[in-house]
Structure formats: C-alpha cells, structure tokens
C-alpha cells in the first residue's frame, strides 16, 4: 500500500482538486449539480452536523483528492480543522494506480450516510 498517515489539517489550508493528477473539482461546484446531486449534498450536510466527519479525506500536497464535498460542508458550518490521510509518496511515480482509493476502502468507515460520499 501506498505510504500515508493520519493528520489534522486545517480547513483553510486544503484546496479543492489536484489538476497535475487530473482529478477534477468541477463536479463539486454547485452550479454543476443536478437536482438530485444536491439533495444528497444536504442529506450529507445534516449528517455532518449530527455525526460530525465520519471519513476523513484524502490528501496529497494539501490538495484534496476524495472528500471534495466533506471539505465544502466542513467550511460552510465552520469547523476549523479536519481529519485527514496524508499520501505521502510521490503518486505520479507509484505503480499503483488505485493506490489511493485502496487507502480509502481501507479507512472507509460503513456506517452513517457519508458512505457514498
């Protein structure tokens, strides 16, 4: 598995997409969102607001790679500081191109409503 570790970043520091791994943040604006897309954005935001962030994102660089819309709940209800999985190597060098998502099904906990997120 790719090499990582558990950290506490703050908000404020993560941007949205890393363009150099061609993951898009388009998807998450809200304008791009379907009626139905939307919906689920709020169900998730209540959620948060009870349960908290359940599944923390995914990070490389201070760039977010999965948990766009967590990190966008988290900023629109204020909370300063977010669990994160810090990617620590070089992934445009790893042999894995699934590296990352292997660290998410690794991490993702199945409980609540977070889990499709």
């Known amino acids: 598995m790719i090499k990582h570790r558990f950290v506490r970043k703050k908000v404020s520091e993560l941007v949205n997409g890393y363009r150099g791994l061609r993951v898009s943040y388009e998807h998450v604006r809200d ?3 379907t009626v139905e897309q939307r919906e689920k954005f709020e169900k998730l935001k209540d959620d948060i607001k009870t349960k ?3 599944n923390p994102l995914i990070i ?3 760039h977010v790679l999965i948990g766009m819309r967590r990190k966008e709940i988290a ?3 204020g909370i300063e500081e977010i669990d994160c999985i810090e990617v ?3 992934i445009y060098s790893h042999p894995n191109p ?5 660290i998410r099904k690794t991490y993702q906990k199945q409980e609540g409503f977070e ?3």
């Open 115 to 117: 889990v499709w997120v």
């Open 60 to 62: 490389f660089k201070n």
């Open 52 to 54: 908290g962030i359940v």
């Open 31 to 33: 304008e791009h969102r």
């Open 98 to 102: 699934n590296a990352v998502y292997e």
């Open 75 to 77: 900023e629109s209800l």
């Open 88 to 90: 620590l190597e070089d």
